[in-house]
C-alpha cells in the first residue's frame, strides 16, 4: 500500500492545500492448494476436487478449466481415463490468472466374460466354468443359483438337483472395481431315470434256462439290456435263455430323453443239475410206441458219453457215443437201442429175444466230472 501527497505552489510562490491519496494494491491471485476426495477412482467413479484461492481483491474468484468449462470449488468429475486437470483462476479485478493442476489417476473396470463346458447336465452333474480374461490377480465371487458359491478364477461346480439355474460372477480389481455379469437359465440340470428291475427266477438249469427281466425303472424312454453272456436286448421286459452253466450279470441302463442315465446290475445262477433216467421196459416192436431204449438227463456232456449193453452171457449187443440232448426219451435214432444185436435194423441186425439186459454208462457232466451208472432193461413184445 503507498499514499501519494500532492503540493500545488503556483508562479508567485503561493502555496495551496496538500492533497494526498493512499493507494491499496492487492497480491496477485494464487492458487493456495488443489485436493480432491481421491486421485484414485474406478472407470466414471465420482471425485471431488476443492481449490483453494487466495490474493487479488480476495473474490469472488472465477474458476476455469482449459477446455473453458466454468466450476465452482469443489466441482465433481467423472473419468473415464486417467489426466491432469489444469485450473485458471481470476478474481473479477481482472488480476493475472494463476494456474496449477492436479492429475487424477482412473482404474478400469475389469473384463467379465466367462463360459460354461456344458449348458445340460443331468443332475448331479458337474459343470466347469471359464472367466476368458488374462487377468490373475483379481477377486472373483461365483453364485451358481442353487445356494452355491465360489471364489476361484475358473470352478467347477455339481448341480446336485434337477432346474434351471442363473449364474453370476463378480470380478474385483485389488483397488475395488467391480464388474458384475448374470446370465439367465445358463445352466439347466435334467433329472437321471431310476434304473431298476427283478429276475425271475434267480437260479436257473440247463433244462430251465429262461430268465424273465421285469423292469421297473422310472423317467426313462430307452433300455439297454447287457446279459452278461454277449447277449443284448432293448426291450422293455425281455427273456433270456443262458446256454452255458456260470455266474453271469445282468446289467440294465435306462436312459431319458436327454440321454440322462442310470445303471443296475443283477446276479444270475445258472446251475448244472446232472441227471439221469433210464427205462426199465422197452419192446420193439414198430408200433411206435415205446420202441427203443434210449438214456436221457440233465447236464450231460454230449461229447463225453459211452453207453453198452450186455445180453445175460457177458456178449455186447449194443454200444453207442451219441447222446443227443434234444432227443425225447422215448424216441428212437442216434443213441438209441433198438433192441437188435448190433443196433440198427436198417442193417438187417435180428432183434434180440425176449428176456433182460444189462446196460453201463460212463458220462461227464459239463464241469467235466465223470459218473458211471449201471442197470436192467427188459425187452419185451
Same mark, same amino acid.
Given at each position: 500500500?503507498?499514499?501519494?501527497?500532492?503540493?500545488?505552489?503556483?508562479?508567485?510562490?503561493? @502555496?495551496?492545500?496538500?492533497?494526498?491519496?493512499?493507494? %491499496?494494491?492487492?497480491?496477485?491471485?494464487?492458487?493456495?492448494?488443489?485436493?480432491?476426495?481421491?486421485?484414485?477412482?474406478? $472407470?466414471?467413479?465420482?471425485?471431488?476436487?476443492?481449490?483453494?484461492?487466495?490474493?487479488?481483491?480476495?473474490?469472488?474468484?472465477?474458476?476455469?478449466?482449459?477446455?473453458?468449462?466454468? @466450476?465452482?470449488?469443489? +466441482?465433481?468429475?467423472?473419468?473415464?481415463?486417467? $489426466?491432469?486437470?489444469?485450473?485458471?483462476?481470476?478474481?473479477?479485478?481482472?488480476?493475472?490468472?494463476?494456474?496449477?493442476?492436479?492429475?487424477?489417476?482412473?482404474?478400469?473396470?475389469?473384463?467379465?466374460?466367462?463360459?460354461?463346458?456344458?449348458?445340460?447336465?443331468?443332475?448331479?452333474?458337474?459343470?466347469?466354468?471359464?472367466?476368458?480374461?488374462?487377468?490373475?490377480?483379481?477377486?472373483?465371487? !461365483?453364485?451358481?443359483?442353487?445356494? =452355491?458359491?465360489?471364489?476361484?478364477?475358473?470352478?467347477?461346480? $455339481?448341480?446336485?438337483?434337477?432346474? @434351471?439355474?442363473?449364474?453370476?460372477?463378480?470380478?474385483?480389481?485389488?483397488?475395488?472395481?467391480?464388474?458384475? %455379469?448374470?446370465?439367465?437359465?445358463?445352466?439347466?440340470?435334467?433329472?437321471?431315470?431310476?434304473?431298476?428291475?427283478?429276475?425271475?427266477?434267480?437260479?436257473?438249469?440247463?433244462?430251465?434256462?429262461?430268465?424273465? +427281466?421285469?423292469?421297473?425303472?422310472?423317467?426313462?424312454? $430307452?433300455?439297454?439290456?447287457?446279459?452278461?453272456?454277449?447277449?443284448?436286448?432293448? +426291450?422293455?421286459?425281455?427273456?433270456?435263455?443262458?446256454?452255458?452253466?456260470?455266474?453271469?450279470?445282468?446289467?440294465?441302463?435306462? @436312459?431319458?430323453?436327454?440321454?440322462?442315465?442310470?445303471?443296475? !446290475?443283477?446276479?444270475?445262477?445258472?446251475?448244472?443239475?446232472?441227471?439221469?433216467?433210464?427205462?426199465?421196459?422197452?419192446?420193439?416192436? =414198430?408200433?411206435?410206441?415205446?420202441?427203443?431204449?434210449?438214456?436221457?438227463?440233465?447236464?450231460?456232456?454230449?461229447?463225453?458219453? %459211452?453207453?453198452?449193453?450186455?445180453?445175460?452171457? =457177458?456178449?455186447?449187443?449194443?454200444?453207442?457215443?451219441?447222446?443227443?440232448?434234444?432227443?425225447?426219451?422215448?424216441?428212437?435214432?442216434?443213441?438209441?437201442?433198438?433192441?437188435?444185436?448190433?443196433?440198427?435194423?436198417?442193417?438187417?441186425?435180428?432183434?434180440?429175444?425176449?428176456?433182460?439186459?444189462? !446196460?453201463?454208462?460212463?458220462?461227464?457232466?459239463?464241469?467235466?466230472?465223470?459218473? %458211471?451208472?449201471?442197470?436192467?432193461?427188459?425187452?419185451?413184445?
Amino acid at each position: 500500500t503507498t499514499t501519494y501527497t500532492l503540493t500545488v505552489t503556483d508562479n508567485n510562490g503561493c @502555496v495551496g492545500n496538500i492533497t494526498s491519496v493512499t493507494v %491499496k494494491v492487492h497480491p496477485p491471485v494464487s492458487i493456495a492448494s488443489i485436493t480432491t476426495s481421491t486421485d484414485t477412482v474406478c $472407470q466414471t467413479d465420482e471425485a471431488k476436487i476443492f481449490v483453494d484461492v487466495v490474493g487479488g481483491n480476495g473474490g469472488p474468484y472465477v474458476l476455469n478449466l482449459n477446455d473453458g468449462t466454468t @466450476v465452482g470449488s469443489p +466441482f465433481t468429475i467423472r473419468p473415464s481415463f486417467t $489426466q491432469t486437470y489444469v485450473i485458471n483462476a481470476t478474481d473479477m479485478c481482472g488480476s493475472p490468472a494463476a494456474t496449477d493442476s492436479i492429475r487424477i489417476t482412473v482404474i478400469p473396470y475389469p473384463e467379465n466374460n466367462f463360459i460354461s463346458d456344458i449348458r445340460e447336465v443331468c443332475a448331479p452333474g458337474l459343470v466347469s466354468f471359464t472367466e476368458l480374461s488374462d487377468d490373475t490377480e483379481n477377486l472373483y465371487t !461365483w453364485n451358481f443359483g442353487d445356494g =452355491g458359491f465360489a471364489n476361484i478364477k475358473n470352478p467347477k461346480h $455339481q448341480f446336485n438337483n434337477e432346474g @434351471v439355474y442363473t449364474v453370476s460372477l463378480t470380478v474385483t480389481t485389488p483397488f475395488g472395481c467391480k464388474t458384475s %455379469k448374470t446370465v439367465p437359465d445358463m445352466i439347466i440340470a435334467h433329472p437321471k431315470p431310476i434304473a431298476s428291475f427283478i429276475v425271475e427266477p434267480e437260479v436257473v438249469t440247463m433244462m430251465a434256462s429262461e430268465v424273465k +427281466f421285469t423292469n421297473y425303472s422310472q423317467y426313462a424312454s $430307452q433300455y439297454f439290456w447287457h446279459f452278461g453272456d454277449g447277449d443284448s436286448s432293448i +426291450f422293455v421286459h425281455p427273456r433270456h435263455h443262458y446256454k452255458t452253466i456260470g455266474e453271469y450279470e445282468a446289467m440294465l441302463i435306462a @436312459v431319458t430323453n436327454h440321454n440322462c442315465r442310470d445303471t443296475t !446290475w443283477r446276479t444270475i445262477l445258472v446251475e448244472n443239475i446232472v441227471s439221469m433216467y433210464a427205462p426199465e421196459t422197452f419192446s420193439p416192436n =414198430g408200433d411206435g410206441i415205446n420202441d427203443c431204449f434210449r438214456l436221457c438227463g440233465n447236464g450231460i456232456d454230449p461229447h463225453y458219453f %459211452k453207453l453198452s449193453v450186455y445180453d445175460r452171457w =457177458g456178449n455186447r449187443v449194443y454200444y453207442t457215443e451219441n447222446f443227443d440232448v434234444n432227443a425225447e426219451c422215448d424216441s428212437c435214432g442216434e443213441g438209441s437201442w433198438d433192441g437188435t444185436n448190433n443196433g440198427d435194423k436198417s442193417l438187417g441186425d435180428r432183434y434180440m429175444p425176449v428176456g433182460l439186459y444189462k !446196460w453201463y454208462c460212463e458220462y461227464k457232466d459239463l464241469n467235466n466230472t465223470t459218473y %458211471k451208472k449201471s442197470g436192467n432193461i427188459r425187452l419185451i413184445r
